[in-house]
């Protein structure tokens, strides 16, 4: 299990810290991530890498020249805030747009795809391409769902050959893309991992059993089967791949790669029966790679990924790069960057605000109160229901989200903010603190609802329950989840509706809350009847059947409190 720490919940930030004092020849540290520490030339395309820690070398050990410019990392198994991939594009842009590389995860995709979406609107090109490398989380038929793996490793390496050869943004997107298509990964498991301060393990894996097709973020495999020897378990994952072997491919790149309590000398052993297998089938491995490259924190066990090579691939994935985890070929000529990485994080101002704005601030950081008291209560059972299907992280990121919210209402009311500035301030800071799929989600849904709040009045009623619709249109509209795919918005859209029909029907806004508070528990229970289509717990659909979904469950006993709070 993981035992070096302080505060679990400065476990990413301080392992941050210190690999960027460790290297501090290819990296510079920045708020929420890292950046090259050698000058990058003007008008070169910026690939910026990244996802929750717990994954080293992926993402920071990946920053240095012929590879990635700069890398966000977000607490442990957790996706980086909107502002984080933001902040960290924008220091490491040089004119010439940023490419955006991660892994295929919900989380993943709304806090780098809003991030873009704030870039663009500040004039910078971005292009985002989603890792999908993981053939046991979709079928051939469907890859934009599956999962991104040990496949990251191919698909950024290759992105920052192109980058550094100073081809155009089109190219370099082209390319990855290209590249992207041709990686697949597949692996197995031997035993969980833990989290940080956590007492057990995200899963388990029964005694001489090995869990096929696990997921990086502690989610169990599909299956489980016997252990074999090197010679069969090279067959499983090597036949599982090349069953997606393009036609005329004879040349393959491969990263054997260790998930970070498998030994080296394992992986070594593993790696004569692959490489057997391989040459059976006809093909000649190019460049491959052993060793650990996407891990999960203490996960024992290994993933084989193959990349289909053609000239142009082969011409990157075994171009020259200098990193922290991966060098090839003859040192890179750099030159210290002299560039001054300024603080962007000043003190807040807000609007001007009336008494009685101020009054509805203070009730808001009140709220909050209750809010961040009632999750630190339930973070260890919000994450039981989260491990059945998924990596078991929604209590901790909720607890940590609600606490930061906390804090950022408080200051904003302190200071004299209003309403809705209170409200947005939580917004940002649920979603900057907490990360991953529901830090994004929350965010959003808190800084949608404060829109229809002002500074001059306290929240009143019409404006609470408008607020609640923008706030479902938001994470409606964004997210793409519906009812009935088993998410957050199963409960949100029971809660809205009953709102929106209570208030309208002459109730005051304390019992129209209370009866959307009910029908979103009643909502919420219902999942549990019901197999997600979206997110890390859709591979494990089965799993999921019979328990309800984190987020859903989450949102209902919230809204519970509320109403508790308002009466």
Known sequence: MTTIFDAPEEFATTALAGFAALYSRFVRPVKGGVVRATAVPEGKVAVVVGGGSG????????????LADAAVAGDVFASPSTAAVARVCRKAHRGGGILLGFGNYAGDVLNFGVAAERLRAEGIDVRIVP??????????????????????????????????????LDEVER???????????????????TLPG?????????????????????????????????????????DKLLAERPAGTVRVGAVLNGLGSTKYEE?????????????????????????????????????LTLLWLDNELETYWTATCDTPVLRRGEAIATVPATDVLADEDGPAQYPAATEEGKRGGACIARIFGEISALLHDAEEELGLIDARAGDGDHGQGMARGAAAALDAAKAASTVGAGTASVLAA????????????????WGLLLRSWSSALNDETEAEGA??????????????????????????????????????????????????????AAASKAAADATAQLT?????????????????????????????????TLG
């Open 55 to 66: 994954h080293y070398p992926a993402f920071a050990g990946y920053v240095g020249p012929g």
């Open 131 to 168: 890792v999908t490398d993981d053939v046991a989380s979709a079928s051939a038929e469907t890859p934009a769902k599956r999962r991104g793996i040990a496949g990251d490793l191919v698909v950024f390496k290759i992105a920052g050959a192109a980058a550094e050869a100073g081809l155009s």
């Open 175 to 193: 390319i990855t893309r290209h590249a992207n298509d041709r990686t697949v990964s597949f692996g197995v498991a031997f035993d969980g991992c």
């Open 198 to 238: 956590a007492g057990h393990p995200l899963f388990t894996v029964p005694e001489g059993q090995m869990a096929l097709g696990l997921g990086i973020h502690g989610e169990p495999g599909i299956r489980e089967e016997a252990i074999v020897p090197a010679s069969d378990l090279a067959k499983l994952l090597t």
């Open 267 to 303: 992986l070594f052993v593993l790696w004569t029966a692959v490489a057997a297998r391989l040459k059976e089938a006809g093909l000649e491995v190019v460049a491959p790679e052993a060793g650990e490259y996407v891990t999960s924190l203490d996960m024992q066990g290994c993933s």
């Open 426 to 441: 939580a917004g940002d800071a649920w979603a900057d603190r907490a990360g991953g799929t529901s830090g994004a989600i």
């Open 463 to 516: 404006a609470v329950v408008k607020g609640a619709r923008l706030a479902l249109d938001s994470v409606s509209s964004l997210g793409g989840a519906k009812v009935g795919d088993k998410t957050l918005v199963d409960a949100l859209v029971p809660f809205v509706e009953t709102l929106e029909k209570s208030f309208a029907a002459g109730k005051a806004l304390p019992a129209a809350w209370a009866d959307a």
């Open 532 to 564: 997600p289509k979206l997110g890390r717990a859709r591979p494990l659909a089965e799993r999921s059947i019979g328990h309800p979904d984190a987020g859903a469950v989450s949102l209902s006993m919230i809204a519970g409190r509320v109403a508790a």
